[in-house]
């Protein structure tokens, strides 16, 4: 089992930046996918991003592509969410999940294993 802390969430006006941080501990981090996704007040957690086990694909949602970017550094166990050019739809619960050898393919929330508890992003227009 994987254990995912997220990191990075705040307050921040419209058209602002926020980094995202998941740190893994428990497994061999390299082994597996990343994905973020995020729930608003009300609504269905969302698939955000994702990138896969080896770092060289990712996957974003049509809502976010271009303003978002995912990355890893497997050495620190780590995966960043830059988030640009935020939006008050962006205002949500941001949780990050782990799938073994997962690919860039993989947005079901369904397939991830392991969760963090999550952070929050706040978007103020």
């Known amino acids: 089992q994987v254990q995912l802390a997220e990191s990075g969430g705040g307050l921040v006006q419209a058209g602002g930046s926020l980094r995202l941080s998941c740190v893994a501990s428990?497994?061999?981090?390299?082994?597996?996918?990343v994905g973020w996704f995020r729930q608003a007040p009300g609504k269905e957690r969302e698939f955000v991003s994702v990138i896969n086990y080896t770092g060289g694909s990712t996957n974003y949602a049509d809502s976010v592509k271009g303003r978002f970017t995912i990355s890893r550094d497997n050495a620190k166990s780590t995966v960043y969410l830059q988030m640009n050019s935020l939006k008050p739809e962006d205002t949500a619960v941001y949780y990050c999940?782990?799938?073994?050898?997962?690919?860039?393919?993989?947005?079901?929330?369904?397939?991830?294993?392991?969760w963090g508890q999550g952070t929050q992003v706040t978007v103020s227009s």
């Open positions: 428990g497994r061999t981090f390299s082994n597996y996918a």
């Open positions: 999940a782990t799938r073994y050898f997962g690919s860039a393919y993989n947005t079901d929330e369904r397939v991830f294993g392991s």
